[in-house]
């Protein structure tokens, strides 16, 4: 076989290698794995200095605002900014986003060692530094589809997903460590360093980004929004995905219950499921990028009917034995799903409009858990957390079903018209043979 024919071999046969060797994204990587393990670490550290501020008997309450505090704000930031930030690039998204959490965090112990930090600031810093958070994960997906051709997009979007996995893994034992050894505070100073870090990173590794041009109308706070709206592929997804991650919200509070109340087991017991899930993320985060070839649309549809499916055991007071595999396996499907769900969102769309689109996404998305989470609470009191876990396995396995059902429905042309499946070629794209089947078509 001539040697320009020859079937490459691993790592270059690998679908992650056109990312890594990429002449901008490799110098981009590293600080992004940093920034994601400080994000690792910054899971427990956030939590604990909460309860160490929090005056007695107030914090439980004080502690879910400080994590909520840590992640909502990014919602209200997506509309505040959504004129100002219009027609960025991927990298200035991402990298001002990073420059606002690595200052707001910073601030923390700044405000320590002034003796000035209440759990009043500590909340109102920790809140500052999200605000930009949904425009950051917008820049990242957006960079990878400006750097990308889209082959590549699911591997590059599985390389994101793999080393937040293995921050989440990594991050809260050493969190663990460092706060025995100096304190929470500093575990966070440690946390914004990563951020600096990062956004150095975007400024020095990358060619700096244009705006959009001024001739082009401003575009209103909720054009994403409108974005979004266009599609109805992504309009599906969107509906889809908010009720994903809906249904799995009430896990966070039932799930410690039937640990303790009806398996009698202790925190290790609660603990060696928490692994099982990260070690099957990580191990789907790995498998995520060999997905390129399948349909996009189906594949994700197909993880929720599949998750549903592997959380049932948890409902069904199956032994450990058995419920432990099947939380490992919910974990290897829950993997790939972001990188699925963006990797759409870089099909349908491209320019100033994808980056706002994906703000958008993130800004309704990043509500879902949270408002599981507090439905979680009167679902367990009302009907039990075994028959709770059971109820949300069944009701995310009946999205996934009746979004398959939608997708084949026929597509009527659409008056605005964009692309009537909603994920053909955009702007600039040639259409290809599987934008039907892609699309969840047959």
Do not use: K
Not at 123 to 137: D, E, I, K, Y
Not at 180 to 201: E, K, N
Not at 235 to 247: D, I
């Amino acid at each position: 076989m001539p040697p320009d024919t020859a079937t490459p071999r691993f790592p270059r046969s690998s679908p992650y290698w056109p990312v890594v060797t990429h002449p901008l994204l490799r110098r981009v990587l590293p600080g992004l794995a940093v920034s994601a393990l400080g994000d690792g670490m910054a899971l427990v550290a956030v939590t604990w200095l909460a309860l160490q501020l929090a005056p007695h008997g107030q914090r439980g309450t004080w502690t879910a605002v400080a994590v909520a505090a840590y992640t909502l704000p990014s919602a209200a930031g997506t509309i505040a900014f959504g004129r100002r930030l219009a027609g960025r690039s991927g990298a200035q998204l991402a990298g001002w986003d990073a420059v606002l959490r690595a200052g707001a965090l910073a601030a923390i112990p700044a405000a320590h060692l002034a003796g000035t930090l209440t759990i009043g600031l500590y909340v109102a810093l920790l809140a500052a530094s999200s605000l930009l958070h949904s425009w950051g994960s917008a820049g990242r997906y957006a960079l990878i589809a400006e750097l990308l051709p889209e082959r590549d997009h699911l591997p590059a979007n599985a390389v994101l997903g793999i080393m937040g996995q293995a921050a989440t893994i990594a991050g809260p034992p050493l969190a663990g460590i460092l706060i025995g050894a100096a304190g929470p505070v500093w575990v966070i100073a440690l946390d914004a360093l990563t951020f600096a870090v990062l956004a150095l990173t975007y400024r020095l590794a990358l060619p700096r980004g244009t705006r959009a041009d001024p001739t082009e109308a401003v575009p209103s706070r909720t054009a994403g929004l409108g974005v979004i709206r266009q599609h109805r592929t992504l309009r599906g997804l969107l509906a889809l995905t908010f009720g994903f991650f809906l249904l799995f919200g009430p896990f966070y509070v039932a799930m410690p219950v039937v640990v303790t109340e009806e398996l009698h087991g202790s925190a290790t017991t609660l603990g060696l499921y928490y692994t099982a899930f990260g070690a099957g993320s990580l191990l789907g985060g790995l498998v995520t990028g060999h997905l390129r070839r399948w349909p996009l649309w189906p594949t994700t549809i197909g993880i929720v009917v599949g998750f549903g499916a592997a959380m049932l055991p948890l409902g069904l007071d199956a032994p450990v034995g058995l419920s432990l595999p099947a939380f490992a396996l919910a974990g290897l499907l829950w993997a790939p799903y972001t990188s699925t769900s963006m990797a759409l969102f870089q099909r349908s769309t491209t320019g100033a409009r994808l980056p706002q689109a994906l703000a958008a996404y993130s800004a309704v998305i990043v509500l879902a858990v949270p408002l599981g989470t507090m439905l979680g609470g009167p679902l367990t009191a009302t009907i039990g957390a075994r028959h709770t876990l059971l109820l949300c396995a069944a009701a995310t396995i009946a999205l996934g079903v009746a979004a398959a059902a939608l997708a084949r429905l026929p597509r009527r042309p659409s008056p605005t018209g964009d692309d009537p499946t909603g994920v053909g070629p955009a702007p600039g794209r040639q259409p290809r043979p599987d934008d039907a089947v892609g699309a969840g078509t047959t």
